[in-house]
Nanobody
Framework: QVQLVESGGGLVQAGGSLRLSCAAS????????MGWFRQAPGKEREFVAT????????DYADSVKGRFTISRDNAKNTVYLQMNSLKPEDTADYYC??????????????????WGQGTQVTVSS
C-alpha cells in the first residue's frame, strides 16, 4: 500500500533553516507529482509547494516563495522541502502528499490521493 513518511521537523529559531523529507513507497514515485501542505493551529490546511514527476516543474505559495525549495530524488523515492529564513508564522504541521493520477504540478488538496502523517515545525521568535 502507499506510504508517505515525513521527517525532519523540529524547533528552530526565527531566521533558521530546516529540511523536511518525505519517503514514499507503494507506488511508482518517479511517475507522479508530489506536494507539501501545512496546517497551523486553528487554521485550515494550506498549500506550500508542488513538484512535477521529473522535478522540472515547481510552484510555491506566495508566503514561502524565495524562502522554501521543493526537490525530489527519484532514485531514493524521496521528496524534500528546504525551508530557509523561517518565520514564526511558518509554525505548523507539514504534510507531504502524492498525486498518483498525474505528473504535473498541482496546488489543490483535492488533487492528491495520499497523505503522510505530518511532521511538526515550530519556529520561535
Amino acid at each position: 500500500q502507499v506510504q508517505l513518511v515525513e521527517s525532519g521537523g523540529g524547533l528552530v529559531q526565527a531566521g533558521g533553516s530546516l529540511r523536511l523529507s518525505c519517503a514514499a513507497s507503494g507506488f511508482t514515485f518517479s511517475s507522479y507529482a508530489m506536494g507539501w501542505f501545512r496546517q497551523a493551529p486553528g487554521k485550515e490546511r494550506e498549500f506550500v509547494a508542488t513538484i512535477s514527476w521529473s522535478g522540472g516543474g515547481t510552484d510555491y505559495a506566495d508566503s514561502v516563495k524565495g524562502r522554501f525549495t521543493i526537490s525530489r530524488d527519484n532514485a531514493k523515492n524521496t521528496v524534500y522541502l528546504q525551508m530557509n529564513s523561517l518565520k514564526p508564522e511558518d509554525t505548523a504541521d507539514y504534510y507531504c502528499a502524492a498525486d498518483t493520477t498525474g505528473r504535473s504540478i498541482k496546488r489543490r488538496e483535492d488533487d492528491y490521493e495520499y497523505w503522510g502523517q505530518g511532521t511538526q515545525v515550530t519556529v520561535s521568535s
